[in-house]
């Protein structure tokens, strides 16, 4: 199924990589940052790397948070992936208090280095290969971004924060990292967001980028 996708360019992300994976799945895929292609995408696309300030204030400079906001109200499919998936959120603690697009309600938190008593107990940032997991409140991902996964899959992850949303709902999938239960995938309606790296996690990685073009 051919789907004209659109991958957002604010100047942070890995654009390419995210693109070749999308075409390996069989979509016509255009980088932009031209907020009329942007909000007439068939699906949407909204890769990061980087800090959540910095993001946010590319978004705002170029004039793509309106772009966004009325993508998502044609009820269109949007992917958010890594930093993109935590700007969907309400707000974020790093380096300060700021504002994200507030698409999925919720706050983005550091991951913890330390235990309740101070040891410290994981490496931040977490990078590396994480298996996905149900959340408390997801024991079947059909009909989802994650139909095409079993759980157990491993994906590749690269961050220092996490996020939380504030309904549990809104968590599809978790992994665990050194005992911390992390947020995966998060989903609410047609907007979507995974912490890991698809276009870097190999087959399964494909296969989650497939089902995102038959959303």
């Given at each position: 199924m051919s789907?004209r996708?659109v ?7 890995n ?16 980088i932009?940052d ?6 007439n995408a068939?699906?949407?696309?909204l890769?990061?790397?980087g800090a959540?300030e ?6 705002k400079t170029?004039g793509?948070?309106?772009a ?10 949007l992917l ?5 998936m ?12 700021h ?18 008593e101070g040891?410290?107990?994981r ?13 408390e ?5 059909s009909?989802s ?12 992850f ?6 939380r ?6 968590v599809?999938?978790e992994?665990?990292?050194s005992?911390?239960?992390?947020s995966?995938?998060?989903c609410?309606?047609?907007v ?5 790296h698809?276009e ?10 497939q089902r995102?073009?038959?959303?």
């Open positions: 789907r996708v991958i957002i360019n604010y100047g942070m992300g654009l390419l990589s995210v693109q070749r994976g999308l075409e390996a799945c069989g979509a016509g895929v255009e932009s031209d907020p009329e292609i942007i909000t068939d699906r949407l696309v890769p990061g790397v959540f910095s993001g946010m204030h590319e978004l170029r793509l948070v309106d966004i906001n009325e993508f998502v109200a044609r009820e269109r499919p958010g992936i890594c930093l993109g935590q700007m969907l959120l309400s707000e974020s603690d790093e380096f300060g208090q504002a994200g697009l507030n698409l999925i309600p919720g706050r983005v938190v550091k991951i913890p280095d330390c235990d309740s040891a410290m107990v490496k931040i940032p977490h990078i590396g290969w994480s298996a996905l997991r149900y959340s409140s997801s024991s079947d991902w009909g971004l994650l139909e095409k996964t079993k759980e157990g899959e491993y994906f590749y690269v961050h220092s924060y996490m996020a949303p504030e309904n549990p709902q809104h599809l999938a992994c665990e990292y005992g911390e239960r992390i995966a995938a998060v609410r309606e047609n979507i967001g995974s912490q890991f698809p870097k996690s190999g087959n399964s990685g494909l296969n989650v980028l995102f073009l038959e959303l």
